[in-house]
């Protein structure tokens, strides 16, 4: 059975003001002056705000929405706050920040072209799922384990260079590639685990960026990840 409008719609703005809450707290703090280390604990704050306000406004089922998204939110604020601090540490800040926002993109692009089949997992957060254990988590411990080797080793390898203004154009061509592909597809692809399911009333799509790729949501991915 499909949900209705007044089941996902205020989902949708939920998970919007609980992520862009603490982002834009951190970023008026970071403006004003204030030390990295404030400006997190204030946007962490927004966590207890958000619950709070969905409570208040007498959505119980947006509870877990809200601070998942919050959270993310929080996350991606520590991420610019690193950013903003050392040359140093600015690539890991747009990797944190990416990662983050990527997330929540997956509910928000979900919510919009394909709301009927909205729910937590529409984060992925919990995708590659493989009995007992997550094949991305592990994939995301891996990589900041060779980040941090890599860091210690070869420190001037991690510095803000020509490479990674290369690696943002493609995390930000990669991001864009794929929620085009949930635009045009639509209700045609449901994400299961960060895989694609098949349905029988689903239609095949050719159009958009179908046109250039059998597999766009997983061009996208590809190309984010590298």
């Known amino acids: 059975m499909g949900r209705t409008r007044a089941d996902w719609l205020p989902e949708l703005w939920v998970s919007v003001g609980s992520y862009f809450s603490p982002v834009i707290v951190a ?124 860091s210690w080793l070869f420190p001037q390898m991690k510095l803000f260079s020509i490479f990674s203004r290369v690696g943002l154009v493609l995390v930000v061509c990669g991001q864009l590639f794929r929620q085009l592909a949930m635009f045009a597809a639509r209700s045609n692809i449901s994400e299961s685990h960060f895989g694609i399911r098949s349905y029988k009333e689903e239609k095949l799509v050719t159009w958009g960026v179908y046109a250039l790729s059998r597999h766009p949501s997983y061009v996208g991915w590809f190309y984010w990840s590298i």
Request: charged share 10%; proline share 2%.
């Open 27 to 150: 970023c008026l703090l970071l403006l004003s002056g204030q030390s990295g280390l404030r400006v997190v604990v204030f946007a962490s704050s927004q966590l207890l705000v958000a619950i709070a306000g969905v409570k208040c406004a007498r959505l119980p089922g947006c509870v877990l929405v809200a601070a998942i998204a919050c959270v993310l939110g929080i996350v991606s604020s520590a991420g610019i706050c690193l950013m903003c601090s050392d040359n140093e540490l600015f690539c890991v800040g747009a990797y944190i920040t990416a990662l983050s926002f990527f997330h929540f993109s997956e509910y928000f692009t979900t919510a919009m072209w394909n709301p009927h089949r909205l729910s937590l997992d529409s984060f992925i957060l919990n995708h590659s799922r493989v009995i007992v254990y997550s094949v991305y988590h592990i994939a995301v411990v891996a990589s900041s384990i060779e980040y941090g080797l890599e």
